[in-house]
């Protein structure tokens, strides 16, 4: 039994459920306690290791730093709203434990339970601020994406009881069972990948995303996004981890992941609802996952799997702040029509950095997250050519053919901001310290990321010195322009209205 690791996930909940619940009453004690509370699996996972799988740590790491900022931008946003936000905090904050307690499970129990009763909570995040009026939303989401993983992870866990006991499946760690590595018959490997591939969101039962985030709560959608669909990714490495099958049935997931990449980056550029739009850019990323995941499978590769690890990160807290500064979208213009946006940098110049950020982000612009992780990936997709041939090279066409689409749809979010001018004398709706803390806080994290990326993998070798030379040249160059250039808010002054004394704009 892992003492340290109960303790800790046990304070997680006590100090998360507690700051919830105080939020109302006590608000700055409800945010030390929450982001405390946060902060404990990332110091369990970090620190103490003990049972859990080595790509465990990653999704962790995403999860905390997702969850402090979805819990402080969410207090901020309903408080605008609701005037009382311990209710929202309450749920969407048990929501985001629950899904640390998935990504940090050190037995098998711990990890279906925790699965289990997240689908439950997100039932209940869907329908929080619309009722009965999302519940068929609900049910979407439930028979499109809960069910097919929970199939999946049932069926997993029934192969590991029939083969070591009952009692062995369901205390056993994943590090216990990834060295027994049970065999494992064709069709059950396809019915596990292929419940797992869905909760992230493949082709074909692909379109629960862009049927329910639009509909979800902007920081359910953030959860859903940033750290749900990443479960699915999660279950796919599990099961590589604890169990032998044939590697043609990567293909499939090789298949999947490209068709979902391509028509997910082609349905985002179309879009005019900020909503469908990440939903559909989200389809993207999980295809892209999907194809990284499956090529490190079937060549070995160790850079791209560690590609992976961080591209999980990467996508996770852009896609949250996107959702996030979405719900900002809606607070201040009540829409999220991109054609009908384009002056909010005007109403408040401060979220023009936050902005712009989540743009390069999703344009691959450097020294951004995003950036680093495009190149990289491209870049090793064209070193596996010359030895395995037409498969990666087709996998770096579609990867490449997807950048662009990026390009394209990110224009539109940057759009939101500047892309526009109408006449406004005063904000009709102010921003919180909460919101804006929790935009400037996701925006420097992204901004380290890329930093940390590339100190490991100078130390674990993984990465050729010919491709990690010329990205921290690019990263030591860039990123202090980014940061003085940004910081210096130079488009605030975009379209900034001036007025004679007559009161006639000029």
């Given at each position: 039994?892992?003492?340290?690791h109960i ?14 619940l ?9 945010k030390?306690?929450?982001v405390t509370?946060f902060?404990?699996p990332?110091?369990d996972?970090l ?8 790509f465990q740590?990653?999704f962790?790491?995403l999860?905390?730093?997702a969850?402090?900022?979805i ?13 009382k ?7 969407l ?7 640390l307690?998935?990504f940090?499970?050190r037995i098998?129990g711990?990890?279906?339970?925790g699965?289990?009763v ?5 039932m ?13 939303v609900?049910?979407y989401y439930i028979?499109?994406s809960?069910?097919?993983?929970d ?5 997993l866990w029934?192969l590991?009881a029939?083969?070591?006991g009952?009692d062995a499946s369901?205390t056993a760690s994943?590090a ?7 065999p494992?018959?064709p069709?059950p490997a ?5 419940g797992?591939?869905?909760?992230l969101?493949l082709?074909p039962i692909h379109?629960?995303?862009p049927?329910v985030?639009?509909e979800a709560p902007?920081h359910g959608?953030a959860?859903l ?11 796919l490495l ?5 169990f032998?099958?044939s590697s043609?049935l990567?293909y499939v997931?090789l ?5 979902t990449?391509?028509?997910?980056g082609f349905?985002?550029?179309?879009q005019?609802?900020v909503?469908r739009?990440?939903a559909?850019?989200?389809l993207?990323?999980?295809g ?8 490190s499978?079937i060549y070995?590769?160790?850079?791209l799997?560690?590609?992976?690890y961080?591209?999980v990160i990467?996508?996770?807290?852009a896609?949250?702040?996107a959702f ?5 979208m809606?607070q ?6 991109v ?10 110049p401060?979220l023009?950095v936050?902005?712009?950020?989540i743009f390069?982000?999703?344009?691959g612009i450097?020294p951004s997250y995003?950036?680093t992780?495009?190149l990289?990936?491209l870049a090793s997709?064209v ?11 087709l ?8 950048a ?11 759009g ?6 109408r ?8 921003v919180t310290?909460?919101e804006?803390?929790?935009e400037?806080y996701?925006t420097?994290?992204t901004?380290v990321?890329?930093l940390i990326?590339?100190a ?7 990465m050729p010195l010919q491709?990690l030379v ?8 860039t ?8 910081l210096?808010k130079?488009?605030s002054?975009?379209h900034?209205p001036?007025?004679w004394?007559?009161g006639?704009?000029q």
């Open positions: 039994m892992n003492t340290l303790t800790a996930m046990s304070l997680a909940y006590l100090l998360v459920l507690s700051g919830s105080l939020s109302d009453r006590a608000s700055r004690l409800s030390v306690l929450r509370g902060t404990m990332l110091l996972a620190i103490n290791q003990q049972g859990a799988l080595g740590e990653y962790v790491v999860a905390s730093l969850s402090i900022a819990t402080l931008h969410s207090e901020g946003y309903y408080r605008i709203l609701t005037g936000v311990s209710y929202q905090q309450t749920l904050n048990t929501t985001l434990i629950a899904v307690t998935v940090n499970a098998l711990e990890f279906v339970t699965l289990l997240l689908d439950v909570l997100l209940l995040v869907i329908m929080m601020d619309k009722g009965a009026e999302n519940y068929k609900a049910i028979v499109l809960a069910v097919p993983a199939v999946a992870v049932l069926s029934a590991i029939q083969y070591m009952l369901l994943p216990e069972l990834a060295a027994v590595k049970i494992l018959s069709l396809l019915l596990i990948l292929v797992f591939a869905t909760k969101g082709f379109m629960w995303l049927i985030h639009p902007k959608s959860i996004s940033g750290l749900v669909i990443k479960i699915g990714l999660f279950g599990l099961t590589s981890s604890l032998t099958y043609e990567h997931t298949a999947q992941g490209a068709i990449a391509l028509y997910g349905a985002a550029t179309i005019r609802d909503r739009l990440l559909y850019s989200s993207s990323h999980a892209v996952m999907a194809v990284t995941y499956s090529l499978e070995g590769s160790g850079l799997l560690q590609l992976l961080f591209y990467y996508h996770g807290l896609k949250a702040h996030m500064n979405a719900a900002l809606d201040l213009a009540n829409t999220f029509d054609y009908k946006l384009g002056y909010l940098g005007q109403l408040h401060a023009i936050p902005a712009f950020n390069m982000n999703f344009a450097p995003g950036f992780m495009k990289v990936l997709l070193m596996l050519v010359s030895s395995y041939g037409v498969i990666p090279l996998a770096g066409i579609a990867i490449a053919v997807v662009v689409f990026s390009i394209i749809y990110s224009v539109k979010i940057m939101c901001y500047v892309g526009g001018y006449k406004v004398l005063k904000p009709p709706v102010e310290r909460e804006l803390l929790s400037y996701a420097s994290v901004l990321f890329p990326y590339i490991i993998s100078l130390s674990s070798g993984y491709l010329p990205l921290a040249v690019v990263e030591a160059i990123l202090p322009v980014f940061i003085t250039v940004l210096s130079p488009l002054r975009i900034e001036k007025y004394l007559s006639v704009e």
